[in-house]
């Protein structure tokens, strides 16, 4: 008699970040603004990011992170079958990257990383879920694996929201940092650690106004006139966001667990977007999970939009801080609005290198604030 069917899942077989070198701490961004360390501190948790240097765009992050963890990914020899047409070379058949800065408006950024990772051929794609865009994009890579559309994939979360912010709006200029965070997803069972699933994925566009860039697409280059300097830049109802992205990631993230069928207590990490420290402990709080379990480096990055996840993952990985068999929770809030959270058990993995040697080592939070873990 046969056994029973296993299900097909995409499998985490690869981590890695980058972050571009340079760092602005807040003193820096306190010399030009009408802010201060003390309050960035307070207000958000932030103590410093990494800006791209000019003309850096988010394909340049994309392809160091990406490079990184094909390199790093723990990939068997192709058998053929669904694995036929890759090779050393050509480890992946699709590329998806998560951004809200794509290098431009047409085309995708995606086929550009795949090219110039070598990957020229493959599947690649961009998903634009602002700071969701990982977990949706997991939720892509997954589906193109389970569909027998690819069976391996390289995703990468990059955004370069130093190009998008406007550097004298001091709501946000101390909010967003830049970098890029990439996983390796292969095609394998729902049973073996690494397998990604359990998603829960949703939107709400009646509140797109709370998070938009108002001008570079199709709504205003219909309209005469030149945007405003405003209009041209990223705008964030900061107040607004604020309550939505606890409510939502802690909805979402309970979902995930029901469907997974995992209660609060089992889960080892929960590694939420890191949009603002604040935001991380009241959704700890909210869901009843002790602190010292939810995985934070917002300190040292700020928020790095879709590349946040992948980031904190791949430090908190570096750091040890994750071990083979943990439980892992993932939830993100973003524009749209979005929001998405999904769970895996963790696979033992090639330890990456840290994004950024002395910058993004991963931290835990606490009441009393951020603190090393
Ligand atoms: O990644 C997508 C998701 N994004 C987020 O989750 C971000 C969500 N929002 C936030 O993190 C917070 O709302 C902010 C960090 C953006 C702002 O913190 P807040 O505690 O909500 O401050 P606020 O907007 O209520 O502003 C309080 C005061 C205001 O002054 P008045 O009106 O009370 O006199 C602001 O003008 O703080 C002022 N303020 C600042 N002061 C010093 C705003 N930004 C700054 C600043 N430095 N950088």
Aim: hydrophobic fraction near 45%; glycine fraction near 10%; include cysteine.
């Amino acid at each position: 008699m046969a056994g029973a069917r296993r299900e097909r899942a995409a499998v985490l077989c690869g981590l890695a970040g980058w972050v571009p070198p340079r760092i602005v701490t807040n003193d820096e961004l306190s010399q030009r603004l009408d802010t201060s360390d003390a309050w960035i501190r307070t207000r958000t948790g932030i103590g410093q990011r990494h800006f791209a240097d000019p003309g850096q765009a988010t394909s340049d992050l994309a392809v160091e992170a990406g490079r990184r963890a094909l390199a790093a990914a723990d990939l068997p020899a192709p058998q053929g079958g669904p694995t036929a047409g890759l090779t050393e070379d050509r480890p992946v058949d699709a590329v998806v990257v998560a951004t809200t800065t794509p290098d431009r408006s047409c085309p995708a950024t995606a086929p550009l990383v795949a090219h110039r990772l070598g990957l020229t051929g493959v599947a690649a794609l961009d998903v634009s879920a602002v700071c969701t865009g990982f977990v949706y994009g997991r939720a892509a890579a997954a589906g193109l694996i389970t569909a027998g559309a690819a069976s391996r994939v390289l995703l990468i979360g990059a955004d370069t929201y130093s190009t998008i912010v406007d550097p004298d709006d001091r709501a946000n200029a101390i909010i967003f940092g830049d970098g890029a965070g990439a996983v390796v997803l292969r095609a394998g069972y729902a049973d073996e650690p690494g397998a990604v699933g359990h998603f829960d994925l949703g939107s709400d566009g009646a509140e797109e106004e709370l998070i938009m860039v108002a001008a570079g697409g199709s709504r205003q280059r219909s309209l005469p006139g030149e945007p405003s300097r405003a209009e041209r830049h990223f705008a964030m109802q900061g107040k607004a966001v604020f309550r939505h992205a606890i409510t939502r990631m802690t909805a979402s993230a309970r979902a995930s667990l029901t469907a997974a069928d995992w209660k609060v207590d089992d889960v080892d990490h929960f590694v939420p977007h890191q949009a603002n420290q604040r935001i991380l402990r009241a959704v700890a709080d909210d869901l009843g999970l002790p602190l010292e379990r939810c995985i934070s480096h917002v300190e040292s990055v700020g928020n790095t939009g879709a590349a946040s996840i992948p980031l904190a993952l791949a430090d908190a990985a570096a750091g040890n801080v994750i071990q083979p068999g943990d439980r892992v929770l993932l939830s993100a809030f973003g524009g749209g609005l979005t929001w998405g959270s999904c769970v895996l058990r963790w696979p033992a993995l090639p330890s990456p290198t840290p994004s950024a040697p002395a910058a993004a080592q991963p931290v835990s939070v606490s009441e009393g604030g951020p603190h090393a873990s």
